[in-house]
């Protein structure tokens, strides 16, 4: 099993639309959790980190299922400019972030 | 200064030539990091620093490449005798220190390398 695995996509959705990404993790012991967006030829931007409670910021609801070992987000009533790549990281204390290779999303009008 | 710098932003250099990236990080963060992605790839995670604490490596992909970080703040990525294959965006990143909290990373815009 890959360290973590992001469906690559690309999810295609109308604007207004509900769309939620999946990342699965290997290592059962990492502590900490995040979620990236990653604009074209540009860096990769903190979106939100991924607490054990799940946690909300505004449309975005990032959730961690521990048992099954995968973290999601939700984006609710997507706008055109949500399109982006969306990477996960997650990692142990003192270790760097791993990130999964991204999923791609395009909102349209 | 306000967020991650490197430099230089473009670099094109000859098959076997030396390049050297520079980072500066966050003031204030102790953890500094490289990572390299290649077109249509994700984020390969190269070397870790943390503090005055021996470096994590083991993302390095050949001893043709090393890194090192002076006074705690600035680093630079070395690669020597530059091979095809080294074509990549590096990609800088710093934060607090992740052994004590959960901190997400700040990237700088990168270094685009192109080696023909």
């Known amino acids: 099993r890959k360290e973590v695995e992001q469906d690559p996509g690309p999810f295609n959705v109308p604007e207004g639309a509900t769309v939620a990404f999946n990342c699965t993790y290997s290592?059962?012991?990492?502590?900490?959790f995040f979620w990236y967006r990653q604009d074209c030829r540009k860096e990769p931007k903190l979106l939100m980190s991924?607490?054990?409670s799940g946690n909300e910021d505004g449309r975005f609801t990032a959730q961690l299922n521990r048992a099954s070992q995968y973290i999601s987000l939700l984006i609710r009533d997507s706008k055109l400019s949500d399109s982006a790549t969306y990477l996960c990281?997650?990692?142990?204390?003192?270790?760097?972030?791993?990130f999964g290779k991204g999923t791609t999303l395009s909102v349209s009008s | 200064g306000a967020g991650v710098s490197q430099s230089p932003s473009n670099k094109v250099t000859e098959k076997g030539k030396d390049v050297e990236l520079r980072c500066d990080p966050i003031?204030?963060?102790?953890?500094l990091y490289w990572y390299r992605q290649s077109l249509g790839q994700g984020l390969e995670f190269l070397i870790y620093?943390?503090?005055?604490?021996?470096?994590?490596k083991s993302g390095l992909p050949s001893d043709r490449f090393s890194a090192e970080r002076t006074g705690g703040s600035v680093s630079t990525l070395t690669i020597q005798r530059t091979q095809q294959e080294d074509s990549a965006v590096y990609l800088c990143?710093?934060?607090?220190?992740?052994?004590?909290?959960?901190?997400?990373?700040?990237f700088g815009s990168g270094t685009r390398l192109t080696v023909v």
């Open positions: 990281g997650f990692n142990q204390a003192g270790t760097a972030l791993i």
């Open positions: 990143a710093s934060s607090f220190d992740s052994r004590i909290g959960v901190y997400g990373y700040t």
């Open positions: 991924v607490y054990s």
């Open positions: 003031s204030g963060h102790t953890a």
């Open positions: 290592n059962s012991a990492s502590q900490s």
């Open positions: 620093f943390q503090g005055n604490s021996a470096p994590d």
